[in-house]
T-cell receptor
């Protein structure tokens, strides 16, 4: 089955620690995205990548970092510089860059900072 | 600048009622794309529809229908004979040619009671 997987589903972190969220897709999509969702809020774009080894900042990139070493993978690191990291994180992918093509989403990771 | 407004934060209906979710968009582009996504309690966003600005025909898919009106910059979504399984947050999104990113509204939470 083709799709997007995110792991873990729930993640707990102590303040001051970095944590990496995984996102893998086997849809052969070129573009991948990370969004943050807070209660009652829409989706806010953190980072996106249209091709391997390249990525761009979204609206709220501060305190986050990403890498795109493989087409299938786009991990997101939430650093200790992110002031309020508790949120629901969604990864998405779309067929090609320069769309807008339909974005398909993973199941999400809920991060809680203790 | 692109903007999507979903003025209805939350809607509650009783099963079998019809319900319309509003979406108003702002763009300076003559060509653009509109999307609707459903986010059930599990968290994953599910793609429902993608329309381009040149296709103003209304769309019907089972109990779902979409009304695209360029004159009022609206792309409203109607669920006929709602069911409990329709309970979710629904997002409207706007995209522009040449850009892979989408602008999302804040979403409308629909609660369908038995």
């Amino acid at each position: 089955d083709g799709g997007i997987t995110q792991s873990p589903k729930y993640l707990f972190r102590k303040e001051g620690q970095n944590v990496t969220l995984s996102c893998e897709q086997n849809l052969n999509h070129d573009a991948m995205y990370w969004y943050r969702q807070d209660p009652g809020q829409g989706l806010r774009l953190i980072y996106y990548s249209q091709i391997v080894n390249d990525f761009q900042k979204g609206d709220i990139a501060e305190g986050y970092s990403v890498s795109r070493e493989k087409k299938e993978s786009f991990p997101l690191t939430v650093t200790s510089a992110q002031k309020n990291p508790t949120a629901f994180y969604l990864c998405a992918s779309s067929i090609a860059a320069g769309g807008p093509d339909t974005q398909y989403f993973g199941p999400g990771t809920r991060l809680t900072v203790l | 600048a692109q903007k999507v407004t979903q003025a209805q934060t939350e809607i509650s209906v009783v099963e079998k009622e019809d319900v319309t979710l509003d979406c108003v968009y702002e763009t300076r582009d003559t060509t653009y794309y509109l999307f609707w996504y459903k986010q059930p309690p599990s968290g994953e966003l599910v793609f429902l529809i993608r329309r381009n600005s040149f296709d103003e025909q209304n769309e019907i898919s089972g109990r779902y229908s979409w009304n695209f009106q360029k004159s009022t910059s609206s792309f409203n979504f109607t669920i006929t004979a709602s069911q409990v399984v329709d309970s979710a947050v629904y997002f409207c999104a706007l995209g522009r040619p040449g850009y892979s990113t989408l602008t999302f509204g804040k979403g409308t939470m629909l609660l369908v009671s038995p």
